[in-house]
């Protein structure tokens, strides 16, 4: 898959503080960038976007980048890696993304249009806390492996967005706030 060269000045960022920082595990980290491009790349949405439990920036980076019209906001509590995200939009030239350094528990509520997670807690407890984020007909996406789709009242499934990374089935999928 080929990367934006937004992506291109995260991943050099990436390689070089990937260890210092303990920003993503061992092996490659193509197959990141590769996961979250697939994942946002059927998103058709606007408004402000929320990437929870951003990290290392996936896919609140991706998502920026390949829709520039969203406005995201990556939310990170851990300071080395809110930092880590500052120097990745400078580099980058990202001017649709800023960051949240803080937890998203404290995040003004019926905020965002969209919200996206990656990894950030157990599914059912990441779309409870997308559904307290959302408008009303706002859209979250979690990125899946191994988990079912979670269920939870006021989130409504409406599409699944399947492909292959690395051989291994992954799912983006995504709900809707309903009243």
């Given at each position: 898959?080929?990367?934006?060269?937004?992506?291109?000045?995260?991943?050099?960022?990436?390689?070089?503080?990937?260890?210092?920082?303990?920003?993503?595990?061992?092996?490659?980290?193509?197959?990141?960038?590769?996961?979250?491009?697939?994942?946002?790349?059927?998103?058709?949405?606007?408004?402000?976007?929320?990437?929870?439990?951003?990290?290392?920036?996936?896919?609140?980076?991706?998502?920026?980048?390949?829709?520039?019209?969203?406005?995201?906001?990556?939310?990170?509590?851990?300071?080395?890696?809110?930092?880590?995200?500052?120097?990745?939009?400078?580099?980058?030239?990202i001017q649709n993304a800023k960051i949240l350094h803080q937890?998203?528990?404290?995040?003004?509520?019926?905020?965002?249009?969209?919200?996206?997670?990656?990894?950030?807690?157990?599914?059912?407890?990441?779309?409870?806390?997308?559904?307290?984020?959302?408008?009303?007909?706002?859209?979250?996406?979690?990125?899946?492996?191994?988990?079912?789709?979670?269920?939870?009242?006021?989130?409504?499934?409406?599409?699944?967005?399947?492909?292959?990374?690395?051989?291994?089935?992954?799912?983006?999928?995504?709900?809707?706030?309903?009243?």
């Amino acid at each position: 898959m080929q990367l934006t060269p937004e992506e291109q000045s995260h991943q050099q960022l990436l390689e070089k503080w990937r260890k210092a920082m303990d920003l993503v595990g061992p092996g490659p980290i193509q197959p990141h960038f590769e996961d979250a491009a697939k994942a946002v790349n059927w998103i058709d949405s606007e408004g402000l976007w929320l990437d929870l439990g951003s990290g290392a920036g996936f896919p609140g980076i991706a998502l920026a980048a390949r829709h520039p019209h969203l406005q995201v906001h990556l939310v990170e509590s851990r300071q080395k890696r809110a930092l880590f995200l500052k120097q990745v939009l400078q580099a980058a030239q990202i001017q649709n993304a800023k960051i949240l350094h803080q937890r998203s528990e404290n995040l003004d509520r019926g905020l965002a249009q969209g919200v996206i997670s990656r990894a950030y807690k157990p599914p059912e407890h990441a779309l409870t806390e997308a559904r307290n984020l959302l408008q009303i007909s706002g859209i979250a996406v979690l990125l899946l492996a191994k988990h079912e789709e979670p269920t939870v009242d006021g989130m409504e499934l409406f599409h699944v967005e399947r492909y292959q990374i690395e051989g291994k089935d992954r799912r983006a999928v995504g709900y809707r706030k309903v009243a």
